[in-house]
């Protein structure tokens, strides 16, 4: 009896070492994407920072504007999360968007310390290497999920006067949206969970990888943290475009070393809590409240944290994902900051 069960474990653990790696194109010319996630790799530039190729998209106002807005995205996504809500922020304002190294269409490097630092300081240097500044345009962050965590390194940074000079009176307003800020708080997943396992965590990657009913976990992880309110298929072709993304560059070999911003968030909550117990910046926060990985408790939290000063604006029946859910409401809510 014991010996089959031996067995067993032996035969999962060896698994994904014996099925070959899927032979499918990772590269983005011949990757098979939607037509929707094509027009928006098409619309992107490159630009290298620090020795990474950076993906990144600036849209134009069609309309005069002095306004910029800057959008952060989370894990495990991509800027593209972002793409419903373009043509809406596009009549107020100029929109920057990027993935981070790691994400998208970035370069996704074997050996690169996945951490927020790393992630707010490329960010960072990137806005910069497009010129933005605050001398003419009013900058407006939006940040999501992890986002959230690296525009707080940011505000530390300030907060100490640590930034180059271009960030002095550089934000206008920043808008965190749907993530883990408050860590004790957030409910992670149970794919997070093994991802960040320091000894398994690689092992759970290759699994991901190569064995099918591993991909339709990660399809259902992803699918939990959409409201139950939303449209299933919208949710099937966001996942779909999710988890092409994710393959391009073989990011998707990447995941256990992706979700190191996890312990980040462990280690520098209390580096960033006082920069938010105290803004400086007009601050707010845009929640759904139907989302089972950052619960509106933790908005409630960094609200309280804020004695009140961080607003909070909660998105009735809208899920992790706001700007993807509900694209028209999630907009109308981000503009009444202006
Ligand atoms: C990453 O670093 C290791 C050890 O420093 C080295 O052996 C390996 O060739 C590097 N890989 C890449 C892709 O640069
Ligand atoms: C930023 O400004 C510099 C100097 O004016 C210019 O050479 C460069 O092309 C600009 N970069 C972008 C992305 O607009
Ligand atoms: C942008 O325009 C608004 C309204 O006209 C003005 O209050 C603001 O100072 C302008 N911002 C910059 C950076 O010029």
């Not at 530390?156 to 000079?165: E, N, V």
């Not at 298929?233 to 995941?255: E, H, Q």
């Not at 707010?284 to 908005?299: H, N, Y």
């Not at 309280?304 to 809510?333: D, Y």
Request: charged share 20%; net charge neutral.
């Amino acid at each position: 009896m014991l010996s089959h069960f031996v067995c067993l474990i032996l035969a999962i653990l060896t698994l994904p070492f014996i099925v070959p790696p899927s032979s499918e194109p990772d590269d983005v010319i011949n990757i098979d994407m939607s037509s929707s996630l094509r027009k928006w790799y098409d619309n992107g530039h490159i630009i290298n920072i620090y020795q990474q190729k950076i993906f990144y998209i600036h849209f134009k106002s069609l309309l005069p504007s002095n306004k910029t807005f800057l959008l952060v995205h989370g894990f495990p996504t991509s800027s593209y999360d972002f793409h419903r809500v373009i043509d809406t922020l596009l009549r107020h304002g100029d929109v920057i968007a990027h993935d981070h190294v790691g994400f998208g269409f970035s370069s996704k490097p074997q050996n690169f310390t996945y951490s927020l630092s790393e992630l707010a300081e490329h960010t960072m240097e990137l806005w910069r290497r497009l010129n933005v500044t605050s001398s003419k345009r009013d900058i407006h962050v939006i940040a999501h999920d992890m986002g959230d965590s690296v525009v707080c390194e940011m505000l530390a940074r300030l907060s100490r006067d640590q930034l180059p000079d271009i960030y002095r009176d550089f934000f206008k307003s920043i808008t965190f949206t749907n993530g883990g800020m408050i860590i004790s708080k957030a409910n992670l997943r149970i794919g997070q969970i093994l991802l960040s396992n320091p000894i398994f965590g690689s092992y759970f990657t290759l699994l991901s990888n190569r064995l099918r009913v591993a991909k339709r976990f990660t399809r259902r992880q992803l699918a939990s943290i959409f409201s139950p309110q939303c449209d299933a298929s919208l949710v099937d072709d966001v996942i779909d475009d999710i988890m092409t993304t994710n393959r391009v560059n073989n990011g998707d070999l990447m995941f256990h070393k992706l979700i190191y911003y996890l312990s980040d968030r462990r280690n520098f909550e209390f580096r960033w809590f006082p920069a938010l117990a105290n803004p400086s910046i007009k601050m707010r926060l845009l929640w759904g409240d139907s989302d089972a990985v950052a619960p509106l408790e933790i908005a409630t939290g960094i609200q309280s944290l804020s004695s009140g000063q961080i607003e909070l604006t909660v998105l009735k029946g809208v899920g992790h994902f706001g700007m993807l859910e509900q694209p028209e409401l999630w907009t109308e809510e981000v503009l009444k900051i202006l």
